[in-house]
């Protein structure tokens, strides 16, 4: 199988699994527990329907958005996620210059392998910062300084990953950061060989958001240790407004599945929030994203920008969500297998199809702009 027999989300994941070796593609693939929540977060979609409208006059598409003071090009963003340049060599360079090329956000992880710094001076895009909250106050204030200090304009606290999700698949390999593999997952790693010899002869592996921070490296510390010791469980309402205060700026909250917790979100101060369940990788069985967000936005979807995640893989989806009010679509596993798949030319060539999938579905639906769209255009089985 090759790059241009990839014509859809299942096709790269297709790739990707041929190409990774299986504990590292299982640790994109999978979810918690039985992963019913992740199953679902895709599922929903096929429950609403779209209703087009004719005759409009669709001549032209304007993709533009406009959510926590950034300007975008398109209604989809690349999410932060963690540890890209393990699953290709260019990682989180191959993405960002992919969201300059398309004039979107990039949003760069605590668990991310390419700095901040280098992100934010090498690619002239609008970029989010996502970061966890650590029992130490004076790291979570020193990470938030130094996003200050990179020109990073957004960010963003994922608040649904005070400990890390049972998620199985890894636990059955054995992988973690740094590799601790059964025979299994060892066996896995050799049947890839081609993955190996880039991972060796490019750069070392690291994790520089949190470098200067906490070894990673020893023996005794990994990804799992990292959620289990360093994140606070006891992190409350009243310490994310201190951190909301001390940002002073665009500030959102990624793992909100509550009408309840959107409400506190605005009260705080918070200018977006991020309908997530981190892709069913968390607690499973928690509603899907989709399923609660007509829910969310009815609530306070005038108050604050609204943004959504998990589950998107087709054009359709992003529409979807749109309509039921969402200001933006975060796409997470979409470009991430298109990435394992081909480096930045993969990342291109899936952006390259939800662009013209969007614009395509756009005239279908006679709209002209990403505006236009609302409840009128959808309809639930």
């Not at 241009?4 to 590292?24: E, M, T, V, W, Y």
């Not at 779209?50 to 975008?72: A, F, H, N």
């Not at 081909?342 to 390259?352: I, L, P, S, T």
């Not at 702009?369 to 089985?381: A, G, P």
Request: aromatic share 8%; charged share 25%; with cysteine.
């Amino acid at each position: 199988m090759r790059l241009s027999q990839c014509h859809n989300f299942h096709d790269f994941r297709k790739l990707a699994k041929k190409r990774l070796p299986g504990p590292i593609f299982n640790y994109i693939d999978g979810g918690a527990d039985d992963e019913t929540t992740l199953k679902r977060n895709t599922s929903a979609f096929r429950e609403c329907d779209l209703i087009p409208r004719v005759l409009t006059g669709v001549k032209d598409i304007d993709l533009s958005v406009e959510v926590m003071g950034q300007k975008l090009a398109l209604p989809v963003y690349m999410s932060p996620t963690a540890l890209q340049r393990l699953f290709h060599h260019q990682g989180e360079r191959a993405v960002a210059a992919v969201a300059e090329q398309f004039g979107t956000m990039f949003g760069v992880s605590s668990l991310g392998t390419v700095s901040m710094e280098e992100i934010a001076k090498q690619y002239d895009t609008p970029q989010v910062y996502q970061f966890y909250f650590h029992k130490d106050r004076g790291l979570n204030r020193a990470m938030m300084e130094r996003a200050k200090e990179s020109g990073i304009e957004v960010m963003m606290l994922t608040v649904d990953s005070i400990t890390g999700g049972n998620r199985e698949r890894d636990l059955r390999t054995g992988f973690s950061i740094p590799f601790r593999l059964n025979l299994a997952g060892l066996w896995q790693f050799a049947t890839k060989p081609m993955w190996g010899i880039n991972y060796v002869t490019h750069e070392k592996f690291s994790l520089p958001q949190l470098d200067a921070h906490i070894n990673m490296g020893g023996s005794s510390s990994s990804i799992g240790d990292y959620f289990t010791n360093m994140l606070d469980p006891s992190m409350n309402w009243k310490d994310v407004e201190e951190m909301v205060k001390f940002w002073d700026g665009q500030f959102c909250l990624k793992g909100i599945m509550s009408a309840e917790d959107a409400r506190r979100a605005v009260d705080i101060g918070c200018t977006g929030i991020v309908i997530s369940n981190h892709g069913g990788r968390q607690l499973d069985g928690s509603r899907s994203s989709f399923d609660h967000l007509a829910e969310i936005v009815d609530a306070v979807g005038d108050e604050i920008d609204v943004i959504f995640d998990s589950g998107i893989q087709r054009g359709t989806h992003v529409l979807k969500a749109l309509a039921l009010g969402a200001k933006a679509v975060g796409l997470g596993r979409y470009y991430l297998f298109a990435l394992a798949a081909a480096g930045q030319k993969g990342v291109e060539r899936a952006m390259k199809q939800m662009v013209a999938e969007i614009e395509r579905d756009m005239r279908l639906m006679g709209c002209s702009k990403i505006s236009e769209l609302n409840r009128d255009h959808v309809r639930f089985r």
